[in-house]
């Protein structure tokens, strides 16, 4: 249970030197780089070219890499580790290769963007022929006469029924080509002396124009002849389809590049961070103590000329914050993280935080059956994943949360559902019990809270304010408690008077010299019990989770005996519901169990002594994306 103790780091270097330099700061990863400021010395900027260039190299690669990624000839899956390299591939500086690659990717993607132009163009001349296919002439010869007036395009197909009936006889020819829905497509010859009349009759029945496309050909051979040009489109499409494919082979090669040019824009922002004379360059970072003296002594003796040293904090600085933790308690430190990290001089809480967080988590999954796949199958999932560093933290959280659902789970008598013994505690028959150690296990969890404040203060060298802040509140708290207890209610109310006492005097200490304001001050600080009423109340959903992980295992249970009832088919499906009925309700429960251990750790742990503003340790170290590092 500790922070890191940082110290500042200096290195002066030639010029010449600086790429060097960087390249071994990032394959040590313990250095977080911070600008140099001087009056004599010139940092480079961040906007240099080189960073703008690196850039657009890395948004070039990546885009081939998930332009690409579908013709993975390794199938990537969610159990299947990332590739492992050797730190040292992630320093190669000839791309060459791959950024070819990327261009034929951008080649392929700009002909297959100009087909899928061409196919469109293609669809939108079919769908404007397609009306006209029953034209047996090309649109070219449908026009005006000395003696006819020529009418082409579409009406309700009712209208254009009662028309032609009514100029049956008469010097006018209507033929109907296709029809769709209530419209039908046509062409109407009439006698110029007509032309007029049959106008007016065509507007009245809802007359929209339209022409077809004027070509040489008739409508139905120009959609062959699309037909065609799309058929040969599909097959430059599967050629280029085809090439993608072959280019799937050079993907790790891609990613290997990706993984560089990170690599290298990580050198390049910290040279921009960097001060700089016409012959020498300075670096300057934040290191933990252990390895900060080790890396200066590292540096002058890789680096003729090289200068390095190492200094603790001065007044003022405010270094970056490390969680070093047992391994065992390390995956707890997400649970810090996830909220805010300790202030410097703080206390890291992540040991002491770590039983109260996996006795909250097994209360609320409950039943030991779930506690048993999670404690069995997220090693196993972990060990084939390899996930990253923080999803592997939660996994190792919520294993941990399974070894206690196992414990709560047998006390409770709870195993997927069933109950085959006698319990010690029985949340569905007799739940007051199981109430009173909720709230048990919440004041335990409280208390424990105040006396890490009262740690800090003890530290800082002030235990009169851990006597006023933090044991005033346990002995009004316990003392309260007691006088619930008959044997003991005697001891409770001198207990909870003196705590009340402390409190009304000192609470207001800080504030105003004037006794009356410290004393008002004091009677508002102890209406802050009711918030003690409201914290220990939170813990009843401890309560309430493990009563509804374990009424509806029993519910899946029994209706699966009654599917079960069906001969051979229902047990099949029995089985089935059985297994999937009770993997989700494991799933939500899980899922609730973590959100709500967190907020009582944020809300009402942290909220008795923790100090947040830490701000993150972030090196200059390798951070694939791709790839993994051979550990």
């Known amino acids: 249970m500790a922070l890191v103790e940082m110290q500042r780091i200096y290195a002066l270097v030639m010029k010449h030197d600086q790429a060097a330099l960087l390249q071994m700061v990032q394959r040590a990863g313990c250095v977080q780089i911070t600008p140099v400021g001087t009056d004599e010395a010139q940092g480079l900027s961040a906007a240099d070219q080189r960073v703008q260039r690196n850039e657009e190299a890395m948004s070039r690669v ?9 013709y993975d000839p390794v199938k990537q899956s969610m159990f299947k580790p990332l590739p492992a390299v050797e730190p040292a591939a992630l320093e190669e500086e000839d791309l060459s290769a791959a950024i070819a690659v990327v261009e034929q990717v951008e080649e392929l993607e700009r002909q297959s963007g100009e087909l899928r132009g061409q196919h469109t163009r293609l669809e939108q001349m079919a769908e404007q022929l397609q009306p006209w296919a029953g034209l047996d002439v090309p649109a070219s010869q449908i026009h005006d006469t000395a003696t006819t007036r020529v009418w082409t395009g ?23 080509l296709g029809s769709q829905r209530d419209s039908a497509t046509f062409y109407a010859v009439v006698h110029k002396a007509c032309a007029d009349d049959f106008l007016s009759d065509l507007r009245a029945i809802g007359y929209q124009h339209a022409a ?10 120009q959609l062959e002849h699309i037909a065609w040009e799309r058929e040969d489109l599909r097959a430059q499409e599967a050629h280029i389809e085809q090439r993608m494919a072959d280019l799937g082979t050079s993907l790790h090669m891609l990613r290997l590049a990706y993984e560089n040019l990170a690599a290298r824009k990580g050198r390049l922002d910290a040279l921009g961070t960097m001060a700089h004379t016409q012959s020498v360059s300075v670096l300057a970072g934040w290191a933990p103590k252990a390895v900060a003296q080790p890396l200066a002594d590292a540096i002058i003796k890789a680096f003729p000329g090289a200068q390095a040293m190492v200094r603790d904090p001065i007044e003022g600085e405010d270094p970056p914050v490390l969680l070093h933790n047992h391994p065992v308690v390390r995956p707890y430190e997400a649970v810090i993280t996830g909220f805010a990290l300790p ?8 040991a002491v935080m770590m039983p109260f967080f996996a006795i909250l988590f097994g209360m609320m999954v409950s039943d030991a059956g779930y506690g048993l796949v999670m404690a069995l199958l997220i090693p196993i999932l972990v060990k084939i994943m390899q996930p990253s560093e923080g999803a592997r933290k939660i996994f190792w959280i919520i294993a941990g949360g399974g070894v206690s659902t196992v414990l709560w789970g047998a006390l409770y008598n709870t195993w997927f559902g069933f109950g085959p013994w006698p319990s010690l ?53 316990i003392g309260l408690g007691l006088l619930l207890l008959p044997q003991a209610a005697q001891i409770g109310k001198w207990m909870a008077i003196l705590g009340a006492g402390i409190i009304l005097v000192t609470a207001g200490r800080d504030k105003s ?5 410290r004393l008002v001050s004091g009677f508002g600080a102890l209406y802050g019990i009711t918030s003690w009423v409201s914290d220990l109340l939170s813990y009843m959903r401890l309560f309430g989770m493990g009563l509804a992980t374990g009424v509806i295992g029993m519910v899946i249970n029994q209706l699966v005996g009654m599917i079960m009832g069906g001969g051979i088919l229902g047990i099949i499906f029995g089985a089935v ?22 907020r009582l750790q944020y809300i009402e742990f942290f909220g008795k002594f923790y100090e947040e503003g830490g701000k993150p340790f972030k090196p200059l170290r390798f951070a694939p994306r791709y790839v993994r590092l051979h550990e």
Request: hydrophobic content about 50%; charged content about 15%.
């Open 425 to 477: 505690f029985d949340p569905v028959n007799d739940s007051l019990p199981v109430m009173i150690l909720c709230i048990g296990v919440g004041a335990l969890h409280l208390f424990t809270g105040l006396i890490l404040g009262a740690v800090q203060n003890f530290r800082r060298g002030d235990p009169f304010s851990a006597v006023c802040d933090q044991f005033s509140w346990i002995l009004l708290v």
């Open 513 to 517: 010299k004037n006794p009356i304001k």
């Open 212 to 221: 077809p496309l004027l070509n040489q050909e008739t409508p139905a051979e």
């Open 343 to 350: 202030a410097n001089g703080a206390l890291d809480p992540t």
């Open 154 to 176: 579409h009406a309700p197909q009712r209208g254009l029924n009662r028309l032609m009936k009514e100029w049956a006889g008469r010097p006018a020819v209507i033929s109907v």
């Open 62 to 70: 990546r885009w081939a890499i998930n332009r690409l990624s579908r």
């Open 577 to 598: 519901v059985f297994v999937g009925a009770h993997l989700f309700n494991a799933a939500i429960n899980i899922l609730g169990a973590y959100v709500h251990a967190c």
